[in-house]
């Protein structure tokens, strides 16, 4: 979770109270992804206070359509009034509007990665045989070298031997004792989950499976399970379970390939050198907004890369969505991976502390909405769930209480930080270290910035109290004297405009660099 989460959250509340306001309005919500603006309402809603039920679902069938999650994030816009509608973009397949997979699916179709059938359609609740499955992935990690396969059950005219044959060079699958490797089969959940915590070295991680109720104490895949889940690359479903042993769905393949995908480019032990650039904390060490390879990591180490000595540094980057003080805390102390890049490390940059305020409240939504906090359809399912006016009274009564659940996180963070800071410069005593601070993306004036303004201020003076020991990148500094044109964040709840993380000219603004 990230700010951005919290402004998806707000702008459900704010969506849904349009429909109360102007019920004979036309409506029209879009997508904007970090890469071009998809227009995805085609028609307009009209509704009479008569037929309000009518109008309910039919805005609820269309919102769903409309709300794609991305490869990296989405910002949701809300325009209003007699604005033509705007055609879509040409979808290739035609089964695939309103599936939470949608984004990835159509970004691979885009890409030529991946391709639907003859008839039209990707079929995305289908399973896929291990020989696609092993295409996918030759093709998503760049697997080229082979070598003559040695399976019983692939012939060498079948269009998979070549497949298989990286697939067993690069050593991410085996066959069975049998010398078959069926590849017409279905792959299985937890194979497809073994192998991709192969190919991203995860190891094991037991104790981490142990939040699903399904999996048994011998089962042989709960270790790879348990480390794709902390990964955030495969999770299971709302009942807890994670159905190992079901055959994995033509959209869940891709999905989890494209999280492990992005998780091998940005972390890989081969990137561990001498003058390396390694980054710590939550989500914004992505770029969330921007393109990948633009964001907030990239460009400052594009920036580095221009000084002398620098012109080999490596990136290392260990952002992760979600992750708050305290599990960046315990990673630091017990996580090898963290421990061995941070102690390698020449410039460290952390930025952390927004999590901390927003567990509380994802966590107060999900249980009263009856929602799963740690769904990839979260978000999509917490809008729809606001299209309700009871909800969103109920919403309001949620954020009326969180206060004192922000200011524990602020008490926690505090308690951590100094910590954070000792153990990073006992691992890495040379290191250049800049911290970024958190900021507040709601606007003065808008209803909800005075109940998260206070706890944003709480965290950013920890982090100032301790500036002596490291370089601060303030972010307040850099929007507040920021003189251009070019507004380096859109968002605006009363415009409808949402894009809460900067822009690539805000992250540019932020460390005075520029792409080269």
Known sequence: MSMEFLVMM????????????????????????????????????????ENENSKRRAIMRK????????VATVTIICMLFTIAPVNAYAL??????????????????????????????????DSISRAEFMSLVNGA????????????????????????????????????????????????????????A????????????????????????????????????????????????????RGEALVALDKAAMMKEYVSVETQTAGNYTALG??????SKVAKGFGYVDLFANALKNKAGNEQLAVFNLGKPGKNSSELLADLKHDETTINAVSKAKIITISIGGNNLLRP???????????????????????????????RDKLKIILAEVSPELEIGVQQFAKDWPEIIKTVKALSPQAEITVMTVYNPIREGDAYFKTFNKPV????????????????????????????TEALTNFDLLKGSLDVHPTLRGYEEIYKCHII
Request: net charge negative; charged share 20%.
């Open 198 to 249: 192969k190919i991203d070295q995860l190891g094991v991680d037991v104790a981490a499976a142990g939040v699903f109720t399904d999996l048994a104490a011998n089962n042989w895949s709960k270790g790879a399970i348990g480390a794709v889940y902390l990964a955030e690359i495969m999770t299971g479903y709302p009942d807890g379970s994670f159905k190992g042993q079901n055959d994995i769905k």
């Open 457 to 484: 201020s709480g965290i950013n003076d920890v982090i100032n109290s301790g500036s002596g020991a490291y370089k601060v990148d303030d972010v307040y500094s850099a929007f507040n004297n920021y003189t251009g």
């Open 282 to 287: 939550d989500s914004i060490a992505y770029g």
């Open 92 to 125: 290739s397949v035609s089964d695939i509007a309103g599936h939470w997979a949608m984004d990835t699916i159509q970004n691979w179709i885009d890409q030529g990665a991946v391709k639907g059938y003859e008839d039209g359609t990707f079929r995305p609740e």
């Open 63 to 70: 919102l769903t359509n409309c709300i794609r999650k991305s």
């Open 361 to 391: 409240v994802t966590t107060d939504m999900a249980e009263a909405f009856k929602l799963d906090s740690k769904s990839d359809t979260f978000i999509r399912d917490l809008t729809l769930v606001l299209m309700s006016k009871a909800n």
């Open 10 to 49: 707000l702008f459900a509340l704010y969506a849904g109270t349009l429909v109360d306001r102007f019920p004979k309005r036309k409506v029209l919500i879009f997508t904007q992804s970090s890469l071009a603006v998809l227009a995805c309402l085609h028609n307009t809603v009209y509704a009479s206070k």
């Open 141 to 196: 990690f760049g697997y080229t070298a082979t070598s003559n396969t040695v399976y019983t059950d692939v012939e060498t005219d079948a269009w998979y031997a070549n497949a298989v044959g990286k697939a067993s060079t690069a050593g991410y699958i085996t066959g069975y004792p049998d010398g078959t490797i069926r590849p017409d089969s279905p792959i299985s959940r937890e194979e497809a989950a073994s192998i991709l």
